[in-house]
């Protein structure tokens, strides 16, 4: 049975909220992704996505898999997208006439098109449009994202998503949207002024009282705008402990001014005083009703904090190999922290489950603890953002290789390496890896295969001139 609609559209939600009788769908269509046959899981992920039409997690599954078996985006030509949204907006009134009267069977005609080319601009900005008609914002932002991911220079469609976001009330989204369109292009003035109005609007929101109204005005959300980046950018250390300083003795006047607290954590930050950034942060985060955008920044200097005292650690050890209490206290560090990294990593999945980078994070901890068979899980969910993608798919190999899955191990480190076009570290480290895994399978020729594209450009990196030259006799 179709999902029951709403006045105008379909409720978005989660896996956990699939009908009983799509789960065993699902499933089938991850184990499909897991084995690459992406043309399978296709079919399992159209058919869950007409009974469900709101199910946000599987037409992302389906947009990858989509992208799979077309080779990825296609390069068009134009400069900060003027010929790549072209025709853009007839093709979205012919959907958004079929939506009027047939929703469901709308989404399924502009996925049917999607299905030939994923990362259509065009018809991604259809879904986007049926999608708001339909009141699914989570839709509606994710078929934007697939071309900002995709065609970061099509500036007109990026436009087009921030001002959504804005319309949402979601700024900060916004005002990096805005971020990349300046980098593609920058002398789009627009995206500079959009940037820092969408930044701005952030603040008041994050300053609003229990009844709605709003506790910092826009003129002061500039000025503290303005202050932030002057201390990012141009601000000196001097300067950054003069200010510190200065910011500490207002603190001492009222310790519930969230505009000091936020400056004091933004200071410390780029000051590299993670304890303590990360200390102001998380007051700032209860006091600002809980902004989220504060929580993400104390949990983020937690973890800096936490990988300082690990390195300090580390080279202590490295400096006093004799120095037996010291590497047992290495050893207790490690297995603490990982054990609070992977209660950590549960926590903020928990608190945001559709956020990748989190799952990525929480993937990396159990990982570290050895947990591999539960860390595949977070990982392969981690894959399908654009942003993080090669290096999940790197941890993944290592993960399948860590269970003696060879193959499998094989399979998604090749799929990182076909994805990385330049021979840069990550390309490299890449090749390592699967060169190491085909050497422990015993296939010799492809060992030397991978190691050669190595030695080619970079003949000091490790030990690959040993393994190239050795299969040579030399």
């Known amino acids: 049975m179709d999902e029951q609609a709403t006045s105008k559209g379909f409720p978005e939600l ?9 789960q065993g769908y699902w499933k089938k269509a991850k184990e499909t992704v897991d084995l690459n046959n992406h043309k399978y899981a296709v079919t399992l992920l159209q058919a869950i996505l007409k009974e469900a039409p709101g199910f946000v997690e599987g037409r992302e599954l ?22 790549v949204g072209a025709g853009t907006v ?15 069977g709308a989404l399924q005609a502009v996925e049917k098109e999607l299905e030939k080319d994923p990362h259509s601009p065009a018809l991604n900005d259809a879904l986007h449009d049926v999608a708001v008609l339909l009141e699914m914002p989570q839709t509606a932002a994710m078929a934007l994202e697939n071309v900002r991911a995709s065609f970061p220079e099509e500036g007109k469609i ?3 998503l921030a001002d959504f976001y804005m319309g949402i009330e979601r ?9 990349d369109i300046a980098k593609a292009n920058p002398a789009d003035i627009d995206a500079v002024k959009g940037a820092k109005d969408a930044t701005a609007k952030a603040s008041m929101l994050q300053n609003r009282s229990k009844d709605g109204s709003v506790v910092l005005q826009k003129r002061d959300a500039d000025e503290t705008l303005a202050l932030e980046k002057a201390s990012r950018a141009a601000m000196t250390k001097e300067q950054m402990e003069e200010r510190r300083d200065e910011l500490l003795a207002s603190y001492g006047e009222d310790q519930n001014n969230i505009n000091v607290v936020r400056d004091l954590a933004a200071i410390y930050e780029n000051l590299e005083d993670w304890a303590n950034a990360r200390a102001f942060y998380d007051w700032g985060f209860q006091l600002s009703n809980n902004d989220v955008a504060l929580k993400s920044k104390a949990d983020k200097m937690k973890d800096k904090a936490d ?9 202590y050890v490295a400096a006093n190999p004799d120095d037996a209490d010291a590497k047992k206290q290495l050893e207790d560090y490690r297995a603490e922290l990982s054990a609070v990294q992977v ?3 549960k926590r903020r999945v928990e608190e945001n489950p559709t956020d990748p980078t989190l799952r990525f994070q929480l993937g990396e901890a159990l990982f570290n603890s050895g947990e591999y068979r539960e860390a595949i899980q977070h990982l392969q969910q981690a894959t399908r953002n654009p942003h993080i993608r090669i290096k999940v798919l790197i941890l993944l190999g290592r993960t399948f290789e860590k269970m003696g899955m060879t193959d499998m191990a094989v399979s998604r480190l090749s799929e990182a390496n076909e994805e990385l076009r330049g021979m840069d570290d990550t390309k490299k480290e890449v090749l390592y890896e699967l060169g190491s895994i085909y050497d422990k399978m015993g296939d010799k020729a492809k060992a030397t295969e991978c190691f050669k594209q190595i030695y080619e450009v970079d003949y000091g990196y490790r030990d690959v001139a040993q393994r190239v030259e050795s299969a040579y006799g030399s």
Not at 92 to 102: E, F, G, I, N, T
């Open 171 to 179: 700024p900060l989204d916004a005002a990096k949207v805005y971020e």
């Open 62 to 83: 389906l947009r990858e898999c989509e992208s799979k078996l077309t080779g990825g985006p296609k390069k068009k030509k134009g400069l900060f997208g003027t010929s």
């Open 158 to 160: 990026l436009h087009k």
């Open 90 to 104: 007839s093709v979205s009134r012919k959907y958004l006439s079929m939506a009027q009267k047939d929703p469901n």
């Open 343 to 345: 209660a950590e990593g």
């Open 307 to 315: 990988a300082k005292h690990l390195k300090e650690l580390q080279d």
């Open 14 to 22: 989660g896996a956990e909220e699939l009908d009983p009788s799509l």
